[in-house]
T-cell receptor
Framework: DGGITQSPKYLFRKEGQNVTLSCEQN?????MYWYRQDPGQGLRLIYY???????QKGDIAEGYSVSREKKESFPLTVTSAQKNPTAFYLC???????????FGQGTRLTVV | DQQVKQNSPSLSVQEGRISILNCDYT??????FLWYKKYPAEGPTFLIS?????DKNEDGRFTVFLNKSAKHLSLHIVPSQPGDSAVYFC?????????????FGSGTQLTVLP
């Protein structure tokens, strides 16, 4: 089955710790994205990557880092510099920039 | 400054009636618009889209209307079913320039009452 997989579904971390969220896709999509959803707000773009070994900052990149060493994988690290890390994180991918995006099931990160 | 706005955070509709969800945008470079549906604790799923060269696109019970002069689009669901209860996000992007990535609205929670 082709799809986009995020793990884990729920994640708890202590304040001050870095944490990495996994995103894997087997759709052979070129582009991958990370969004954050907060209550009452839309999906805000954190980082995106159009091609392996290249990525761009989105609207709210501060406190986050990414890598794109493989086409299938686009992990997101939430660093201790992120002021409000508790949120629902969504990974997405699409074949090319101008096609519909497919989303993973999301990771709910709670920092205590 | 929000470039895509969904001004109604929630909407309740009786089963069998029409649901109309609205979306406004400000960036005149946007030329492709999408609607996504999202259940709690799940990722959004693509529902329907429309290009700016059209003013209407229909897919089964779902129809999206685009009014470019008003920078407004709407999603009509007819007839509404309880399974349609979800958060609906409007999204937009431009085919060139700096707005090529999807920009999402804040979502509208649709509740279809049996």
């Amino acid at each position: 089955d082709g799809g986009i997989t995020q793990s884990p579904k729920y994640l708890f971390r202590k304040e001050g710790q870095n944490v990495t969220l996994s995103c894997e896709q087997n759709l052979n999509h070129d582009a991958m994205y990370w969004y954050r959803q907060d209550p009452g707000q839309g999906l805000r773009l954190i980082y995106y990557s159009q091609i392996v070994n290249d990525f761009q900052k989105g609207d709210i990149a501060e406190g986050y880092s990414v890598s794109r060493e493989k086409k299938e994988s686009f992990p997101l690290t939430v660093t201790s510099a992120q002021k409000n890390p508790t949120a629902f994180y969504l990974c997405a991918s699409n074949l090319k920039e101008n096609t519909e995006a497919f989303f993973g099931q999301g990771t709910r990160l709670t920092v205590v | 400054d929000q470039q895509v706005k969904q001004n109604s955070p929630s909407l309740s509709v009786q089963e069998g009636r029409i649901s109309i969800l609205n979306c406004d945008y400000t960036n005149s470079m946007f030329d492709y618009f999408l609607w996504y549906k999202k259940y709690p604790a799940e990722g959004p799923t693509f529902l329907i889209s429309i290009s700016s060269i059209k003013d209407k696109n229909e897919d089964g019970r779902f129809t999206v209307f685009l009014n470019k002069s008003a920078k407004h689009l709407s999603l009509h669901i007819v007839p509404s079913q309880p399974g349609d209860s979800a958060v609906y996000f409007c999204a937009a992007r431009a085919s060139s320039g700096s707005a090529r990535q999807l920009t999402f609205g804040s979502g509208t929670q649709l509740t279809v009452l049996p």
